[in-house]
């Protein structure tokens, strides 16, 4: 059973249930893979919500090795997820939020019938934070007066 105090989430895929999990392990590789020097650059990146299909198999594949799952990014390619190229990207949100919070949800699209975010900001993605985040500030840590961005909950 995941623990979500540990950043773990659990994944159908191929019919079975998995539990993943972003080690700091876990996140040195996707680092390297990525090719960023830091967790905060990496954390900016999935912020963007351009990730491709490689990238959330390559993510999915690393939370499942840093759960103690044998399984490379070509086998994660080949799975199958529940509720199809939709049910992959909602193991990528998931996961990224277990590990970095809410900010690191990457954008998947707009509620339809609403507009489209301004430059800068993006529309929260399924059953997460329903504020924009403008150039990487929440609402409310704009309020507060700070002027840096947040990359991890609590952090100020």
Known sequence: MPN???????AHLDGRPYTLCLTLGA??????????????ALAERFQSGRLS???????????????????????VSRMQ????????????????????????RPQVDAPSGSP?????????????????VRGGHTEEHQKEGHAEPVPFPGAR
């Open 4 to 10: 979500p105090h540990r950043g773990e989430i659990e």
């Open 27 to 40: 996140l040195a590789e996707l680092e390297h893979v990525f090719g960023h020097e830091d967790m905060l």
């Open 53 to 75: 299909a490689r990238d959330a198999a390559r993510i999915i594949a690393a939370g499942l090795r840093g759960a103690g799952h044998d399984t490379a990014d070509a086998d």
């Open 81 to 104: 997820a529940d509720g199809g190229a939709a049910g992959f990207v909602d193991i990528v949100a998931r996961l990224l939020t277990a590990t970095f919070g809410s900010a690191a």
């Open 116 to 132: 489209l975010p301004a430059c800068g900001e993006r529309a929260a993605v399924r059953g997460g934070d329903q504020g924009l």
